[in-house]
């Protein structure tokens, strides 16, 4: 017999084939995560919607690698069971968040006839409650879905999709077993998700566009700090135009690095307050207006709270409210405004000081020594960069010594600053090679991680392998983990950890003949002759380079950052 809740219904499809064609109508073609029992029917609908399996070795992998595909192509999809998969997901998901990074996170939970009969099923907490998870994941992502209504359900993943965009954050879906196969209106998918930003009410704009442009006219030394919300909420358009029509001095933050074409003249460099560079910081901090935009000012991102700016002197854009000195304006966010002052901007009032040149100092930092420094490295590996790459930095010496590196035009920065979960770079890579190749994009992506962090998560390696993807992974031997060294125990054993043979990852992992390259590099001679070698920089799989560098030894932003820190750990309250 026909079900009459149906027969209305103009082009009836199953609910999983509905939300994952609305993935693929979005961009998305691989969906990241695991199987488990409680998802299994559901990801029968994964090809059937022309995308593809990707299939991590754990949860948190897959959350890391969904987060880098993220960041290179603009959202991404993860798929958990219910309880153990989603928990073991959580903190992937969390520093996406905590990043503003957009995953469409689908749990396959328990039918509703299981969860309505209290059953003692498997992977719960055993007290009948089939809520706690979801309840968990509230905090960490911008709405929380529950299909549990057919004739809702269609709207609801609608709307968690249009909410992950906008938002840039992730986003919860709750699929039940028994709503899998339901029958909703596909009709809906003859019309796309609207996905543009709502417009800031014209009057409101217009006032916070002619304060911005007053004060920009009237000052004498402005320059424009980029940071990691004009990449995320995609902005770094309206920026480039921005610059292109004012030639205003553009620095970046860590965060930011990657958001403006560093060859370009008007490119400043690096600004972390005390982190930065002497030129940098002089130049940033002694000018009388920033215009911020999209700033997140983390305590590693600015060098432990470091910035020599004041409040007075700053001009600070969002996505969802600007502020100009310390008046606010909440609900008028940065695109619009961007636009209009580039648009309405008098050229001819203002007043421009040239950016200091901004160049890999190799030469400078070089000794007379075979050994692998800090210093040397950073910038040396600049010179090695070409346009396009896709360049990845772990938490710790990677992040750091980032900045001493000058980007050719086009290189995406990946990096987690805020939320620095070591580990979280080697999954990343995947996702972001992983996009690189659904784009149909000829781009290396380079992975920059420590030994400490890559004995974490290395699994992925076998991720990437099984893809093809075109990765080349400097592994940096130090005996441990550098940044917690310069924090507090240098010499305390749970900063060392045990010795792997690294090189024979690959193999381990499934490397077949000729899909991996290994090296063991351990002076300055051999590395050189390495990043000039024609087949190294075109090879296409996945290469393994394990780096030697001094146990002791880190990036000098990492240094000033670490004392920072420690002190700001050690504070008590005030008697």
């Not at 309840?135 to 960490?140: A, R, T, W």
Request: proline fraction near 4%; charge should be negative.
């Amino acid at each position: 017999m026909s079900d009459i809740r149906t027969q209305s219904l103009q082009k009836p499809v199953s609910v999983a084939e509905y939300l994952f064609r609305r993935l693929h109508q979005i961009g998305i073609r691989s969906v990241h995560g695991l199987p488990g029992d409680f998802n299994l029917v559901a990801l029968d609908y994964v090809p059937k919607a022309g995308l593809k399996w990707v299939g991590s070795v754990n949860e948190l992998n897959a959350a890391y690698a969904a987060d880098g595909y993220a960041r290179a192509k603009g959202i991404s999809a993860l798929v958990t069971t219910f309880g153990v998969g989603e928990l073991s997901a959580i903190n992937g998901v969390a520093g996406a968040y905590s990043e503003h990074v957009p995953i469409v996170h689908i749990v396959g939970c328990p039918s509703t006839i299981s969860q309505r009969n209290g059953m003692l099923l498997h992977h719960t907490l055993g007290n009948g409650d089939f809520h706690v998870f979801a309840n968990m994941s509230e905090h960490i992502s911008c709405d929380v879905e529950k299909l549990v209504k057919p004739s809702e359900i269609a709207s609801q993943i609608d709307h968690a999709i249009r909410e992950c965009w906008i938002r840039s954050r992730p986003v919860y879906i709750w699929l039940p077993t028994d709503m899998v196969e339901k029958k909703i209106e596909g009709a809906r998918l003859d019309t796309e998700i609207d996905l543009s930003e709502p417009e800031n009410d014209p009057d409101r704009e217009d006032y916070v566009v002619d304060v911005v442009l007053k004060y920009l006219h009237g000052a004498k030394n402005p320059v424009v700090l980029v940071d990691a919300c004009a990449i995320r909420h995609r902005v770094t358009e309206e920026v480039n135009k921005l610059i292109e029509k004012t030639k205003l001095p553009v620095f970046v933050t860590p965060m930011g690095k990657g958001a403006f074409d560093e060859t370009s003249k008007h490119y400043g460099g690096v600004y972390a307050g005390v982190g930065s560079l002497p030129e940098v910081a002089k130049r940033v901090e002694g000018s009388d207006l920033v215009l911020s935009i999209g700033a997140m000012k983390s305590d590693f991102n600015t060098a432990g709270f470091s910035y020599h700016t004041s409040q007075l002197n700053t001009i600070d854009l969002h996505s969802d409210h600007c502020t100009v000195r310390y008046s606010e304006y909440p609900g008028v966010s940065m695109r619009g405004v961007l636009r209009k002052v580039t648009e309405r901007i008098d050229v001819s009032k203002l007043s421009i000081t040239p950016c200091p040149q901004v160049e890999n100092a190799v030469t400078e930092n070089k000794d007379d020594s075979q050994t692998i420094t800090q210093a040397w490295f950073w910038p040396r590996v600049g010179e090695y960069f070409q346009e396009g790459d896709v360049v990845v930095t772990e938490t710790g010496t990677s992040n750091f010594g980032i900045w001493e590196s000058k980007f050719p035009k086009g290189v995406m920065g990946v990096t987690q600053v805020l939320w620095g979960s070591i580990g979280w770079s080697v999954g990343a890579t995947q996702g972001a090679a992983l996009a690189v190749k659904d784009l149909e994009q000829d781009r290396r992506t380079i992975l920059f991680v420590g030994d400490g962090s890559f004995q974490l998560t290395c699994q992925e390696v076998s991720t990437m392998l099984k893809h093809n993807l075109r990765v080349t992974i400097f592994l940096i031997y130090n005996e441990g983990y550098t940044i917690e060294r310069y924090i507090h125990g240098m010499d305390a054993d749970y900063n060392d950890i045990i010795r792997w043979n690294y090189t024979d990852i690959p193999a381990v992992f499934g490397a077949k003949e000729g899909h991996a390259q290994k090296f063991v590099i351990k002076t300055k001679d051999e590395l050189e002759k390495l990043l000039k070698d024609k087949d190294f920089n075109e090879y296409k799989g996945l290469q393994f380079v394990e780096l030697w560098m001094p146990k002791d030894d880190a990036p000098r932003a990492l240094k000033l950052t670490a004392e920072i820190s420690a002190k700001n750990n050690s504070r008590i309250e005030d008697e």
